[in-house]
Nanobody, 116 residues
């Protein structure tokens, strides 16, 4: 069964850090580009960051550049998002996405709330 399971969300104060993880199973993880997409309450989805299948290239939205770092471990079938200097505007449900020519898969999401 194909699965993407996010973890690591929670409540954090402004300026704090969180590390999100996404565990993949049921498909050839190393053949897929991976992304993080978030959706804040009452807003549409926002692409946050991506990493290519081999992990050699990373991409970031301007809103998170310099604060977030995406990484992957193809031996463990995981992708992570290290989030530093969090702001209230980062509050959202964060989704893990796997995509290549063969498919486009989504996890269930993990809630991140940045509030004092």
């Amino acid at each position: 069964e194909l699965q993407l399971v996010e973890s690591g969300g929670g409540l954090v104060q402004p300026g704090g850090s969180l590390r999100l993880s996404c565990a993949a199973s049921g498909f050839t993880f190393g053949s897929y580009d991976m992304s993080w997409v978030r959706q804040a309450p009452g807003k549409g989805p926002e692409w946050v960051s991506a990493i290519n299948s081999g992990g050699s290239s990373t991409y970031y939205a301007d809103s998170v550049k310099g604060r977030f770092t995406i990484s992957r471990d193809n031996t463990r079938n995981t992708v992570s998002l290290q989030m530093n200097t969090l702001k209230p505007d980062d509050t959202a449900v964060y989704y893990c996405n796997a995509r290549n020519w063969a498919g486009n898969y989504w996890g269930q999401g993990t809630q991140v709330t940045v509030s004092s």
